[in-house]
Nanobody, 126 residues
């Protein structure tokens, strides 16, 4: 059974850091593109960062602050979030799909993804 489970969310002060994890079961993440999305209340989910084969992509709003990476032995993808801002507060989801068709101009399209996790809340507040 294919499953993605996010963890690592929580409450952090502005300027702080969190590391989100996206652990997979039922398949090997190395062979797939994995993208982190986030959703603000009342808004559509938006792409945050993607790792596909050897390529990584970031939304402009997180460039220089967030880093996506893989841990193959743990079958997990991480999102290291530094210099967090209150506007980063959202529910964060990971999603995966086959890497064919995932490019710089398409990685953030929600419709491209087949499997989704349940989400983890990130709250940045003093």
């Amino acid at each position: 059974q294919v499953q993605l489970v996010e963890s690592g969310g929580g409450l952090v002060q502005p300027g702080g850091s969190l590391r989100l994890s996206c652990a997979a079961s039922g398949f090997t993440l190395d062979y797939y593109a994995v993208t982190w999305f986030r959703q603000f209340p009342g808004k559509e989910r938006e792409g945050v960062s993607c790792i596909s084969d050897s390529s990584t992509y970031y939304a402009d709003s997180v460039k220089g602050r967030f880093t996506i990476s893989r841990d193959s032995p743990k079958n997990t993808v991480y999102l290291q979030m530094n210099s967090l801002k209150p506007e980063d507060t959202a529910v964060y989801y990971c999603a995966t799909t086959v890497p064919v068709g995932i490019t710089r101009s398409s990685w953030y399209e929600k419709r491209a993804y087949d499997y989704w996790g349940q989400g983890t809340q990130v709250t940045v507040s003093s």
